[in-house]
């Protein structure tokens, strides 16, 4: 199975920029390739929304982490200096340790301004391929290009070695006067070998992509010429020549006065295009008068105008540079000089025949290029094919239709360079090619399907594993390679967990295609869109087998272990107890004794090992009864004081009765004693303190020893978990704290820890009191709610709920707590919250799961984006606070804090930011 380093290693050198991100969208690998289109240093650690948005297609940018599938998507990319169009295909990987989302990004910004550019084309055309009134028509285009494309806009027509202005276009119609004056007083110079004059004598496009003051400056010494020029804005110009049939005719002239806004070379090619379009359409109108004036030339004139239209058509409907007219009576084909440019073949005004074109054309697409149907009945046309030019290979795309009247049969249509476009989409499916390989090779079985859960895929693991390799006979079967013990209670489970939504995971057995069943780890969870809707579930089966076994045979091992030294242990404990009755010396009750001590010990490690078998299999025994906790405490503080050198000292010991199990509770005050003795080999006292508090009687038991390293706290709770497992230092097997909290869960307690390494340890248990604790709502309106567990306040003008929790916390106060704060963040359609554990004591580790991996989920769909948490001074507070945190799967921005004023600072910063 390769790694993620193994994949991007493969992706480094690659050709289209490669962006790793982790489930909340935050970039966690960049090739070098990405790296050249952002200006920043630093990519890594940051949200990929600070550098991709919506494009023009409006695609969420959340999908590109949300685990749906991109191909070819449209986004916005944006750098310090300028922003780019790019197209961006998807595709999730996972290695042993963490499942990213690769993005592959290619950059199609120059070919998506020309189609902008072409668009304004477009729209110039249609204006012109109808029009019988050429100045209306021409008034019409200004209306496109000022100010979209140009702050100034001008056609001149060259006559008699003059300029006559036929078209000046400006948004300010004062601006529009003012030029003309200005044109009066200054006449172009057609001796001038720059500008317009220059253009006009020798047919060559003038581009000057930035215009400088120093270059304003440096154009005229008349002091009042000079002024009225720097009124014009003058930041970037571009003059195009307009030819028809090699005669120029005059020039289209472009200024932009916007700061920033400069010309190009696609600026250019656009220029050149609409200036031969403007050329056509004059012909088109000379065309027309001809037609009137001379009746005997009526037919060539209206061949001629016929094949101007339908290049104009073409032009409207492709919006690309290059059109042709195929005369089927004279078999040629009228070529514009873009379309002669693009095919490399010289332009010819009077046509071209098809000998000299089909060399430049690939010899696998010739024959597609030879449309027999549409000449027969006149059907639309489309192809692709590539033409060779100059040793390279360029990619055409070619639309055309047949027009039929009483003056015979014109084929016609454009032809656009795709080149750019055809080369992304080849790297792209190379990409998603290489990543299906490499995915399918990794020895998890993966699969997607839809919301309402009906599967849409299955990687190649499921079919070597079921031995099906047809997706719908696997998707129809799928449920039968479930052991049958195991698929009852998932079939129920399933459609629950679909249609509450919730992430969920099952272990069970799955029959291989041999017909053995091995043990699954199956997961699957929800890709939901910034509303909350879910847009996928994705899923993972494991094959733990071996793992299984593994457990099987420690816990088997557990078992005999415990019952093999139980048998011996009784009859050496009954010789003990008849040598303890007879008549000996002092030194052999001594040694006794001594024998009595270690064989106590030894009951207590079996008993533990039977304890945790009996807790795996869910058969620890419970006697629940009404008991005083002052006596389990004294009668625990009896079963250490003799015999050792550590004093057990109860300062404060509170009258209190609960409902427990007397035996199992002594237990955990046992552990607890012991490893406060066993942790504290250089001290010589513990002490044990116990007081009532909101209705939870809490008792401390506190050592003066090695303490704990706040890392090292969570994970005291499993099984076999040693504080100091260096060379053996401390006896006993890990099993202690773990059989406590599993006592204490049942007894609805809880379990935290105080330490400090060098200085000892506070052990701190909760068990609530026989007497139930009333609920106390003090205060409930639609803006704020208070009862003795939490506060729910509606701060309308910073538009956030601020809740504040107190006191001791278990499962159930937290997801009443928790509702409530989302039913006021729904009512007031709000999506920012302050969490405030300052005052909460203990810890709430029940609801943790149900936190991260249920309440947030509802809060992110209710419209949750930004949650403030103010961490509480427990150190176990804090642990659940950050697991629930690493629990949640969406796109919350949460927060750590250790104080209220730090966590408002923050969402004032994010509120104003927004605001801008």
């Given at each position: 199975?390769?790694?993620?380093?193994?994949?991007q290693?493969?992706?480094?050198y690659?050709s289209?920029?490669?962006v790793?991100l982790d489930?909340?969208?935050?970039i966690v690998?960049?090739?070098?390739?990405?790296?050249?289109?952002?200006?920043?240093?630093?990519?890594?650690g940051?949200?990929v929304?600070?550098?991709i948005e919506?494009?023009?297609?409006?695609?969420?940018?959340?999908?590109?982490?949300?685990g749906?599938?991109?191909?070819d998507?449209e986004y916005?990319?944006?750098?310090?200096y300028?922003?780019?169009?790019v197209l961006?295909s998807?595709?999730?990987?996972?290695?042993e340790?963490?499942?990213?989302i690769?993005?592959?990004?290619?950059?199609?910004?120059s070919?998506?301004?020309?189609?902008?550019?072409?668009?304004y084309?477009?729209?110039?055309?249609?204006a012109?391929?109808?029009?019988?009134?050429t100045?209306a028509a021409?008034?019409q285009?200004?209306s496109i290009?000022?100010?979209r494309?140009?702050?100034w806009?001008?056609?001149?027509?060259l006559?008699?070695?003059?300029?006559?202005?036929?078209?000046?276009?400006?948004e300010?119609?004062d601006?529009i006067?003012w030029?003309?004056?200005?044109?009066?007083?200054?006449?172009t110079?057609m001796?001038?070998?720059t500008?317009?004059?220059?253009?006009l004598?020798?047919?060559n496009s003038?581009?000057?992509?930035?215009?400088?003051?120093?270059?304003?400056?440096?154009?005229?010494?008349d002091?009042e010429?000079?002024?009225?020029?720097q009124?014009?804005k003058?930041?970037?110009?571009l003059?195009?020549?307009?030819i028809?049939?090699?005669?120029?005719?005059?020039?289209v002239t472009f200024v932009s006065?916007k700061?920033?806004?400069?010309?190009d070379?696609?600026?250019?090619?656009?220029?050149?295009s609409?200036?031969?379009?403007i050329?056509i359409t004059?012909?088109?109108a000379?065309l027309n008068?001809?037609?009137?004036?001379?009746?005997?030339q009526?037919?060539?004139?209206?061949r001629e105008l016929?094949?101007?239209q339908?290049?104009?058509?073409?032009a409207l409907?492709?919006?690309?540079v290059?059109?042709?007219?195929?005369?089927l009576e004279?078999?040629k084909?009228?070529?514009?000089?873009?379309?002669s440019?693009?095919y490399?073949?010289p332009?010819?005004?009077?046509?071209?025949?098809?000998d000299?074109?089909?060399?430049?054309?690939?010899p696998?697409?010739l024959e597609?290029l030879?449309?027999?149907?549409?000449?027969?009945?006149?059907r639309f046309?489309?192809?692709?094919?590539r033409?060779?030019?100059?040793g390279a290979?360029?990619?055409?795309?070619?639309?055309?239709s047949?027009?039929?009247?009483g003056?015979?049969?014109?084929?016609?249509?454009?032809?656009i360079?795709?080149?750019q476009?055809?080369?992304a989409e080849l790297a792209?499916?190379?990409?998603e090619?290489r990543f299906r390989f490499?995915a399918d090779?990794?020895?998890h079985?993966l699969?997607?399907?839809?919301?309402d859960g009906?599967?849409?895929?299955?990687?190649?693991g499921?079919?070597?594993?079921t031995g099906?390799h047809d997706?719908?006979k696997?998707k129809?079967?799928?449920?039968?390679f479930?052991h049958?013990?195991?698929?009852?209670?998932?079939e129920?489970?399933?459609?629950?967990?679909?249609?509450r939504?919730?992430?969920?995971?099952?272990?069970?057995?799955?029959?291989r295609?041999d017909?053995?069943?091995?043990?699954h780890?199956?997961?699957?969870?929800a890709?939901?869109d910034e509303n909350?809707?879910i847009?996928l579930?994705?899923?993972?089966?494991t094959?733990?087998?071996e793992?299984?076994e593994?457990?099987?045979?420690?816990?088997?091992?557990?078992?005999?272990?415990?019952?093999?030294l139980k048998t011996?242990?009784?009859?050496?404990?009954?010789?003990?107890?008849?040598?303890?009755?007879?008549?000996?010396?002092?030194?052999?009750?001594?040694?006794?004794?001594?024998?009595?001590?270690h064989?106590?010990?030894l009951?207590?490690?079996i008993?533990?090992?039977l304890?945790?078998t009996?807790?795996?299999a869910?058969k620890?025994?419970?006697s629940?009864e009404?008991?005083?906790?002052?006596q389990?405490?004294?009668h625990?503080?009896?079963?250490?004081?003799y015999?050792?050198k550590h004093?057990?000292?109860?300062?404060n010991s509170?009258?209190?009765v609960?409902k427990?199990?007397?035996?199992?509770?002594?237990q955990v005050?046992?552990n607890?004693?012991?490893?406060?003795i066993?942790?504290?080999?250089?001290?010589?006292?513990?002490?044990i303190?116990s007081?009532?508090?909101?209705h939870n009687?809490?008792?401390?038991v506190q050592?003066?020893?090695?303490g704990i390293?706040?890392?090292?706290?969570?994970?005291?709770?499993?099984?076999y978990?040693?504080?100091?497992?260096?060379?053996?230092?401390?006896?006993?097997l890990?099993l202690?704290l773990y059989i406590?909290?599993e006592?204490?869960k049942?007894h609805n307690?809880s379990?935290?820890i105080?330490?400090?390494p060098?200085k000892?340890?506070?052990?701190?248990?909760?068990?609530?009191?026989?007497e139930?604790?009333?609920?106390?709502?003090?205060?409930?309106?639609?803006d704020?709610y208070v009862d003795?567990?939490?506060?729910?306040?509606c701060n309308?003008?910073k538009?956030?709920?601020?809740?504040?929790?107190n006191?001791?916390?278990?499962q159930n106060?937290?997801k009443?707590?928790?509702?409530?704060i989302?039913?006021y963040?729904?009512q007031?359609?709000?999506s920012?919250?302050?969490?405030?554990?300052?005052h909460?004591?203990?810890?709430?580790s029940?609801?943790v799961?149900?936190?991260?991996g249920?309440?947030?989920?509802?809060m992110?769909?209710?419209g949750?984006?930004h949650?403030?948490?103010?961490?509480s001074?427990?150190?176990?507070g804090q642990?659940?606070a950050?697991?629930?945190?690493?629990i949640?799967?969406?796109?919350v921005?949460?927060?750590y804090?250790?104080?209220?004023?730090?966590?408002e600072?923050?969402?004032?910063?994010?509120?104003?930011?927004?605001n801008?």
């Amino acid at each position: 199975m390769l790694k993620h380093s193994d994949f991007q290693e493969v992706h480094f050198y690659t050709s289209v920029g490669v962006v790793a991100l982790d489930e909340k969208g935050i970039i966690v690998y960049t090739n070098p390739h990405f790296k050249q289109f952002i200006s920043e240093e630093t990519q890594l650690g940051k949200p990929v929304t600070d550098f991709i948005e919506q494009g023009d297609n409006n695609n969420d940018v959340s999908d590109l982490w949300k685990g749906k599938v991109l191909k070819d998507a449209e986004y916005c990319l944006n750098s310090r200096y300028e922003s780019k169009t790019v197209l961006i295909s998807t595709t999730c990987y996972s290695d042993e340790s963490d499942t990213l989302i690769y993005l592959f990004i290619r950059n199609i910004t120059s070919l998506k301004k020309k189609e902008r550019l072409y668009t304004y084309l477009n729209s110039a055309a249609e204006a012109l391929v109808s029009a019988r009134d050429t100045d209306a028509a021409l008034l019409q285009i200004s209306s496109i290009i000022v100010p979209r494309f140009a702050n100034w806009f001008s056609i001149d027509l060259l006559q008699d070695n003059q300029i006559k202005e036929l078209v000046l276009a400006h948004e300010d119609p004062d601006m529009i006067e003012w030029a003309r004056k200005y044109r009066e007083a200054y006449p172009t110079d057609m001796d001038s070998d720059t500008g317009i004059a220059d253009v006009l004598k020798n047919g060559n496009s003038s581009l000057i992509p930035v215009i400088t003051d120093e270059m304003i400056l440096a154009s005229t010494a008349d002091q009042e010429k000079l002024l009225l020029i720097q009124r014009m804005k003058l930041r970037s110009i571009l003059i195009v020549p307009i030819i028809n049939k090699t005669i120029i005719k005059g020039a289209v002239t472009f200024v932009s006065s916007k700061e920033g806004v400069h010309y190009d070379e696609i600026d250019l090619e656009f220029a050149e295009s609409f200036a031969s379009h403007i050329g056509i359409t004059l012909e088109n109108a000379q065309l027309n008068e001809a037609a009137e004036a001379e009746i005997v030339q009526r037919k060539e004139i209206e061949r001629e105008l016929r094949i101007t239209q339908v290049r104009l058509k073409s032009a409207l409907s492709s919006g690309l540079v290059g059109t042709w007219i195929s005369d089927l009576e004279t078999d040629k084909i009228f070529m514009d000089e873009n379309l002669s440019r693009m095919y490399g073949v010289p332009y010819s005004p009077n046509g071209t025949s098809q000998d000299i074109l089909n060399p430049a054309i690939h010899p696998e697409d010739l024959e597609q290029l030879r449309p027999q149907s549409v000449y027969e009945d006149g059907r639309f046309y489309e192809a692709e094919f590539r033409v060779i030019r100059e040793g390279a290979i360029h990619w055409f795309f070619a639309r055309g239709s047949l027009e039929v009247n009483g003056h015979g049969k014109l084929f016609g249509g454009v032809v656009i360079d795709i080149t750019q476009r055809k080369e992304a989409e080849l790297a792209l499916r190379d990409n998603e090619n290489r990543f299906r390989f490499i995915a399918d090779t990794i020895p998890h079985k993966l699969w997607t399907s839809h919301p309402d859960g009906r599967a849409n895929y299955y990687n190649q693991g499921w079919y070597d594993y079921t031995g099906i390799h047809d997706f719908d006979k696997l998707k129809a079967s799928v449920w039968d390679f479930i052991h049958p013990d195991d698929r009852k209670s998932i079939e129920i489970e399933w459609p629950k967990a679909i249609a509450r939504g919730e992430n969920k995971s099952f272990e069970h057995r799955l029959r291989r295609h041999d017909g053995e069943y091995r043990w699954h780890l199956s997961r699957f969870k929800a890709h939901r869109d910034e509303n909350g809707e879910i847009l996928l579930w994705v899923g993972t089966s494991t094959d733990i087998e071996e793992q299984k076994e593994n457990e099987q045979r420690k816990d088997e091992f557990l078992s005999i272990a415990s019952h093999e030294l139980k048998t011996p242990l009784t009859s050496i404990k009954a010789f003990n107890q008849i040598m303890a009755r007879s008549k000996t010396d002092n030194k052999l009750k001594k040694f006794i004794n001594k024998s009595a001590e270690h064989i106590y010990r030894l009951e207590r490690l079996i008993a533990d090992l039977l304890d945790v078998t009996k807790i795996n299999a869910g058969k620890l025994h419970y006697s629940f009864e009404e008991l005083t906790f002052d006596q389990v405490i004294l009668h625990a503080k009896e079963n250490f004081q003799y015999g050792g050198k550590h004093k057990i000292i109860i300062q404060n010991s509170a009258k209190s009765v609960i409902k427990g199990d007397r035996f199992r509770l002594e237990q955990v005050l046992d552990n607890l004693l012991a490893n406060a003795i066993k942790y504290s080999p250089d001290a010589d006292r513990v002490l044990i303190n116990s007081f009532i508090e909101d209705h939870n009687l809490i008792v401390s038991v506190q050592d003066f020893g090695i303490g704990i390293e706040a890392e090292k706290l969570d994970k005291l709770f499993d099984r076999y978990y040693r504080v100091d497992n260096t060379a053996m230092r401390f006896e006993g097997l890990g099993l202690g704290l773990y059989i406590s909290s599993e006592i204490l869960k049942r007894h609805n307690g809880s379990f935290w820890i105080e330490s400090e390494p060098g200085k000892g340890s506070t052990f701190y248990i909760r068990l609530p009191l026989a007497e139930s604790r009333p609920e106390r709502i003090l205060k409930k309106t639609k803006d704020h709610y208070v009862d003795n567990q939490i506060s729910i306040r509606c701060n309308k003008k910073k538009r956030r709920i601020e809740a504040t929790w107190n006191g001791y916390q278990d499962q159930n106060t937290v997801k009443k707590g928790c509702l409530l704060i989302l039913d006021y963040l729904k009512q007031h359609q709000l999506s920012t919250v302050i969490n405030d554990n300052t005052h909460v004591k203990g810890n709430w580790s029940d609801a943790v799961d149900w936190v991260g991996g249920t309440w947030f989920p509802m809060m992110e769909k209710a419209g949750l984006k930004h949650f403030a948490h103010v961490l509480s001074p427990i150190t176990f507070g804090q642990l659940d606070a950050k697991k629930s945190i690493d629990i949640m799967a969406g796109i919350v921005k949460t927060q750590y804090f250790t104080h209220f004023s730090s966590a408002e600072e923050w969402l004032d910063r994010i509120s104003d930011l927004e605001n801008y």
